[in-house]
């Protein structure tokens, strides 16, 4: 308790100068936090939605793995005649064809997305548990349906003119329930429109659902063994693709902070380091009365510890307060949180600043454990 003491004492001693050191640590930890937090947030959210859809298959072309599809249809109506043949013979529950169509700008508001399903497909096979809020759940070849967020960003109500092109426009014909996933962000829309749209027959991806017994793996492989330049994605595959890229998302959102981080830790060693030298004479008093070289090492460690442990807490909190406000404005713009603090995320940053702490702390210690006593009180 009595180096605690100490340490407390010392640091209240120079109140500013501990302030700023706390405050620079502070703004470092919780920008790593913040930034790590994106990747926890879409870890998250990618799995629930991985959960929540109905198909256990989706079929891509080669080098377009992952959870998305390509950034042009590119499965040719001849691949999917194939594929159509060898589900057949597997005997598959069904096969969806499908794409995306993004529209308008960046704004939430302004931006609307577009899942295109063959005619007589509803959305529900896709994302099961939907259902219908206003009006019917199927599109006709001339209407769209749109999930619950969507159509309350982009102030949709049943006959809303939605124009793709100058040639292809629909018009809201349904309104889904809010189901707390990806679909409340879509709108649901006849293949064939989105494809003339884009002036193609071809498709993004498809969707492939299982009868009861099927094993996923087993069909997966089938599948690319009769259609060659596909890739059959089981949706276990999808979330390892998906954690591998998330990882390497994290690698580089942490080597940014990590500049924030080494500024942290020099503030903290430039601040450990005054004190040092402004106590020289102090240090050689303890010594002269029996404290041990030891003693002082710890003493010093311990200021920087302190600095760090406390910069540490202050910005976990800080930075769980940014993810809670994003959260608030993704949960209300797109229905999704995109950041999280989780457990192994908050053990990780208070790890990250005590590590810190103890590597700004430790040439400074040196420097005053090995201070001859007599030159120590020689010095003013």
Do not use: C, W
Not at 99 to 115: E, I, N, S, V, W
Not at 120 to 144: D, I
Not at 228 to 233: D, E, N, R, S
């Amino acid at each position: 308790m009595e180096v605690f003491h100490l340490v407390l004492r010392n640091l209240l001693a120079r109140p500013v100068r501990s302030l700023l050191t706390l405050l620079g640590v502070l703004i470092a930890t919780a920008s790593m936090v913040l930034f790590l937090s994106f990747g926890e947030g879409l870890r998250r959210a990618l799995f629930q939605e991985l959960s929540r859809v109905g198909p256990a298959i989706q079929v891509v072309p080669e080098g377009a793995e992952g959870f998305a599809f390509s950034a042009y249809p590119e499965i040719t109506p001849e691949a999917l005649r194939a594929l159509e043949e060898a589900g057949k013979a597997l005997g598959v529950k069904a096969l969806i064809p499908t794409l995306l169509l993004a529209r308008g700008g960046f704004d939430p508001k302004t931006g609307f997305f577009f899942q295109g399903l063959p005619p007589g497909v509803s959305p529900s096979l896709l994302y099961p548990g939907l259902r219908v809020r206003e009006s019917r759940l199927l599109p006709s070849a001339q209407g769209a349906v749109a999930g619950a967020k969507i159509a309350q960003r982009g102030g949709l109500t049943l006959g809303s003119p939605l124009r793709l092109s100058p040639k292809v426009a629909l018009k809201v014909e349904g309104i889904l329930e809010e189901s707390g996933g990806l679909a409340d962000n879509l709108l649901f829309a006849p293949l064939p429109a989105l494809q003339a749209v884009l002036g193609t027959k071809n498709v993004g991806a498809v969707l492939v659902a299982l009868r009861p017994g099927q094993k996923a793996e087993e069909v997966a492989r089938a599948l690319e063994g009769a259609v060659p330049g596909l890739k059959a994605q089981t949706t276990g595959e999808v979330m390892r693709f998906a954690e591998r890229a998330l990882r390497i998302s994290d690698l580089v959102r942490f080597g940014i902070s990590l500049v924030a981080l080494v500024v942290g830790g020099l503030l903290v060693a430039n601040t450990v380091m005054m004190s040092v030298y402004e106590r020289t004479r102090e240090f050689g008093v303890m010594r002269a009365l029996g404290a041990r070289r030891g003693f002082i090492f710890r003493l010093v460690v311990l200021e920087a510890l302190f600095l760090a442990l406390l910069g540490g807490v202050g910005g976990l909190l800080l930075g769980s307060l940014a993810s809670a406000a994003i959260n608030l404005y993704t949960l209300k713009e797109v229905g999704l949180a995109l950041s999280a603090i989780t457990p192994r995320l908050a053990l990780f940053a208070l790890g990250v600043a005590l590590g810190l702490g103890i590597l700004a702390g430790l040439f400074p210690a040196q420097q005053a454990s090995r201070l001859p006593v007599v030159e120590a009180l020689g010095r003013v």
